[in-house]
């Protein structure tokens, strides 16, 4: 089913939702996915009846229906996947592309319309961020064949697919670097001569040790190494490395992949905030010079006013770690949950974010994610807490840009410790069979994870996979969401209710979220002519207008628009 499409059902569904008159043949057809033709999708389970207001609710959401024409565009609810550890086609333990393809359906219907691959290419560790040759794929993960069919397969179900570049440094078992050391072994009191061998001008050799140095066996000479002995730097500044670079982007282009995750680009000149930028121009200029709608996104794993600075690289997009992350906004905010001085942060964060980038980059697209394979992950900062799972991931998902989920995180999987740990497997079902992975070495297997698999949760209303569900549902609807410039709501963000307004052109949202485990009662009075359209309840009660007021369950939200 077209995009186009599926949102106009959507949108009927919620205007028939709040109308009281939802038809079952309705449901059943936005459901996309076979396998998930019992769960209909539902905004809230008893939804916000506003008397007499369900004409003009219906034209409300026609209104964002028409305006909201776009979204082939980087906006995107993007699902980083571990193939390591996601789903197994073969029954050696280890995930698989064929098994990624064996899930598109189940991802489907999850909502999501973006892949991000952490590295297929073959390398000796399991997590393959030490790669050997760029141009294939790993055989534990399968075959060119089995990529070009998931890029055939995904294409049909309007996902794109990301691969992570991983140019900051090589495998030590990359021929580049394996060439390079072998010819300084051979040199005897002579200066190494780029003619004789290129590859000695890949990496950053020099003769005396060094911090994040490692000594090359057997020779005076050392390499920069900054993540560990096998995995040596690249030295960025050659011509001859970036013109690799190149080539591999454009490679993968070609095959049909939409863009790339940038790895580590805070360490492609460690310490060196300039040189790195220029460095992330220059991949984003490349790649635009490849193909003008390609998607660049990057790890900066840093503070505020550093990945602003970044942002004026002129790079598409870069993760928002001042939010995700084990110390980020989000998790902060979720902490001082009930504390309004914690709450009505969120809402002023969001818009100082939103005008700190856009004046870096006018063109920027925000990357808000909760965790990835290198942080805990997000139900364990909530603390097994349900409700706030969920909230968690409407402030990830409600946030403007291309969203990233981890994994797992919409079943509300935990991982915390060793980063084996963080790249737990899929957890399909209590049996660990349909297709469940081996954990990676030293992972320290949970007995069940807090909330259940994902088989105990599909049919479950009130899991925190239907709440993700809905979440992703809500979001495509809306596009001002998603594309929405933000700013504080600062007549309703008070107490403990976090309110934003998102403006795309001339279409408008405000979300509001109760940040407590108390009910909350917003006056809407100055709101008139704004309509109730999309609610999520994280504890089942429902999520009510009356007479003026908007009544919000502990950690609900609800989403207004302009009639
Ligand atoms: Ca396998
Ligand atoms: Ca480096």
């Known amino acids: 089913m077209k995009i186009r499409a599926k949102r106009l059902l959507c949108l009927l569904l919620a205007a028939f939702l709040l109308a009281g008159c939802a038809p079952a043949g309705k449901t059943q057809e936005f459901t996309t996915a076979p396998e998930f033709s019992g769960a209909?999708?539902?905004?809230?389970g008893e939804s916000a009846a506003v008397p007499g207001e369900a004409v003009k609710t219906e034209q409300a959401l026609d209104r964002i229906h028409t305006l909201g024409e776009s979204p082939e565009d980087n906006y995107r609810v993007w699902y980083e996947i571990f193939v390591y550890s996601f789903c197994d086609s073969d029954g050696d333990g280890i995930g698989d592309l064929k098994g990624v393809i064996s899930k598109l359906d189940y991802l489907q219907g999850l909502g999501i319309n973006g892949i991000w691959l952490m590295p297929i290419h073959p390398s000796t560790s399991y997590h393959k961020y030490n790669v050997s040759d760029y141009f294939a794929i790993d055989p534990?993960?399968?075959t060119m064949e089995d990529f070009q069919e998931l890029l055939t397969q995904c294409d049909q179900r309007n996902i794109r697919v990301i691969l992570d570049l991983v140019v900051n440094h090589t495998g030590?078992?990359?021929?580049w670097f394996t060439q390079a050391v072998n010819y300084l072994k051979g040199l005897v009191g002579e200066e190494p001569n780029v003619q004789d061998c290129p590859y000695a001008d890949y990496y950053n050799f020099v003769r005396e040790a060094r911090p994040g140095y490692t000594q090359v066996s057997g020779t005076d000479w050392y390499y920069e190494s900054q993540f560990s002995p096998d995995m040596p730097d690249l030295n960025l500044g050659s011509d001859a490395v970036r013109s690799e670079i190149r080539d591999i982007m454009a490679y993968w282009l070609d095959l049909g992949v939409s863009g790339f995750r940038v790895d580590a680009a805070k360490e492609f000149y460690s310490g060196k905030t300039d040189a790195n930028i220029e460095v992330l121009s220059w991949l984003q200029q490349t790649l635009r010079e490849l193909r003008e709608d390609a998607f660049l996104v990057a790890e900066v794993w840093d503070s505020f006013d550093q990945v602003t600075r970044y942002y004026e690289s002129g790079i598409t997009s870069l993760f928002n770690f001042p939010f995700g992350s084990a110390n980020g906004k989000i998790v902060a905010v979720i902490r001082g949950a009930g504390n309004p001085s914690v709450v009505t942060t969120f809402a002023t964060a969001l818009e100082k974010a939103d005008e700190a980038y856009l004046?870096?980059?006018?063109?920027?697209?925000?990357?808000?994610?909760l965790s990835n394979h290198d942080v805990g992950r997000i139900a364990g900062f909530c603390a097994g807490d349900q409700a706030k799972t969920k909230l968690a991931g409407a402030m990830n998902l409600f946030m403007s840009g291309s969203a990233f989920i981890y994994y797992g995180e919409e079943i509300g999987m935990t991982g915390s410790g060793n980063d084996p740990n963080k790249r737990a497997p899929m957890y399909w079902n209590a049996a660990r069979d349909s297709g469940t992975t081996q954990p990676p070495p030293e992972c320290v297997l949970p007995e069940s994870y807090p909330?259940?698999?994902?088989?105990?949760?599909?049919?479950?209303?009130?899991?925190?996979?239907?709440?993700?569900?809905?979440?992703?549902?809500?979001?495509?609807?809306?596009?001002?969401?998603?594309?929405?410039?933000?700013?504080?709501?600062?007549?309703?963000?008070?107490?403990?209710?976090?309110?934003?307004?998102?403006?795309?052109?001339?279409?408008?949202c405000i979300l509001l979220m109760n940040i407590s485990s108390e009910a909350s009662r917003t006056d809407l009075s100055g709101y008139e002519g704004w309509n109730l359209v999309a609610s999520l309840s994280a504890d089942g009660n429902p999520i009510t207008l009356d007479n003026g007021s908007l009544t919000l369950p502990p950690f609900g939200t609800a989403v207004l628009v302009p009639g």
């Open 359 to 369: 004046g870096a980059n006018p063109d920027y697209i925000d990357a808000p994610f």
């Open 140 to 142: 534990a993960y399968g």
């Open 451 to 508: 909330f259940g698999s994902l088989e105990e949760q599909r049919f479950d209303d009130d899991s925190v996979y239907s709440y993700y569900r809905q979440l992703i549902a809500i979001r495509q609807a809306i596009p001002a969401i998603s594309h929405g410039r933000t700013t504080a709501e600062a007549a309703l963000n008070v107490g403990c209710v976090s309110a934003f307004r998102k403006t795309w052109g001339e279409e408008m």
């Open 172 to 175: 030590s078992e990359h021929t």
């Open 40 to 44: 209909a999708v539902e905004f809230s």
